[in-house]
């Protein structure tokens, strides 16, 4: 018979689903409950500027200036947010470390710490 | 060894560099008003999103560019604010020596940068931001703020200072990365 998935693949998969979904699958141990934990964009500055969490928590951007901000990934711009106007959020589940950007105003930087 | 001013800082000389960032303004005028406040900061916010089209208009350098969208958009935000204030306490901008002084120093800013040659436009243009924004800074600090009477429009033109701070330090790192 043809095996499809190899286990450590489909154990892998299935820890960075829960992760972010929730923590836990039915039956499965609960290490850590992910949390969500919120960087303020206020005054120019994302607050605090190096947020430190655990692997599978969310984090909730929230823009209070009256311009317009983004969060863009620093060295490869490989993920980034949609424009966020005054009194708009958007939030992304961490699994690695990241240091990041507004691409709008280029000297605003934070990093989100996985530990 | 003498240095000559560029024409653009001549331009700015007279009516920002030296009458609002040092406060002599503040000391050798009368007080403003909070109508005579609102009209100074539209048109400071005003100027710089025109010296931007011009930017959009002219250069071809993707940091200038970026540069100048941000300025266009964010000072049009702080406009937006400031009408809405000013609505909201049933006040009318108005005109005064300042604003005036502003408006037509900026226009012979404007024709210069119109003027200036393609192969140096991106260099004049970001110097010229980095000496508004300073400007500006030290006019919002030493005579918007502390004349201002009503708190709501202090409170305001205090909120845009990070913005405008946060615009000096990115123009000076365009700046930076321009060919010398």
Same mark, same amino acid.
């Given at each position: ?27 499965? @141990? ?9 960087? @303020? ?31 863009? @990934? ?20 961490? @699994? ?20 | ?9 001549? $331009? ?12 002599? $303004? ?6 403003? &008003? ?9 048109? +400071? ?10 930017? !959009? ?21 702080? !406009? ?28 012979? &800013?404007? +024709? ?29 600090? &030493? ?38």
């Amino acid at each position: 018979m043809k095996r499809l998935y190899s286990l450590p693949a489909v154990m892998v998969i299935l820890l960075l689903f829960t992760a972010c979904n929730g923590g836990h699958s039915p039956g499965s @141990e609960v290490v850590h409950k992910p949390a969500t934990h919120t960087v @303020e964009i206020t005054q120019m500055q994302f607050r605090p500027a190096a947020l430190y969490i655990q692997s599978g928590d969310t984090v909730l951007f929230m823009n209070h200036d009256m311009v317009d901000h983004d969060i863009t @990934e620093q060295n490869n711009k490989s993920w980034h947010s949609s424009k966020l106007s005054s009194g708009q959020s958007w939030k992304m589940c961490f @699994e690695t470390s990241s240091d990041y950007y507004c691409s709008i105003h280029e000297v605003m930087k934070g990093k989100v710490v996985v530990r | 060894m003498t240095r000559i001013l560029p024409a653009y800082l001549r $331009y700015l000389s007279a009516a920002l560099l030296v009458m609002l960032s040092t406060g002599v $303004y503040a000391q050798k005028q009368t007080k403003l &008003t909070d109508p005579e406040i609102a009209s100074v900061a539209v048109t +400071a916010n005003q100027i710089d999103i025109d010296f931007a089209q011009i930017a !959009i208009e002219k250069s071809k350098n993707t940091e200038i560019l970026n540069f100048a969208k941000t300025m266009a958009n964010d000072h049009k935000a702080v !406009i937006d604010q400031a009408v809405a204030l000013v609505t909201r306490l049933k006040v009318s901008p108005q005109v005064n020596d300042l604003s005036k002084k502003l408006l037509s120093d900026a226009e012979k &800013t404007k +024709a210069m940068l119109k003027r200036t040659k393609a192969s140096n436009f991106d260099k004049v243009y970001i110097d010229n931001e980095v000496a508004y924004h300073k400007a500006v800074i030290g006019a919002v600090e &030493t005579v918007l703020v502390p004349q201002s009477a009503n708190a709501e429009l202090k409170g305001l033109l205090e909120k845009v200072l990070p913005a405008l701070r946060t615009h000096l330090a990115h123009a000076e790192m365009v700046q930076q990365k321009l060919p010398k």
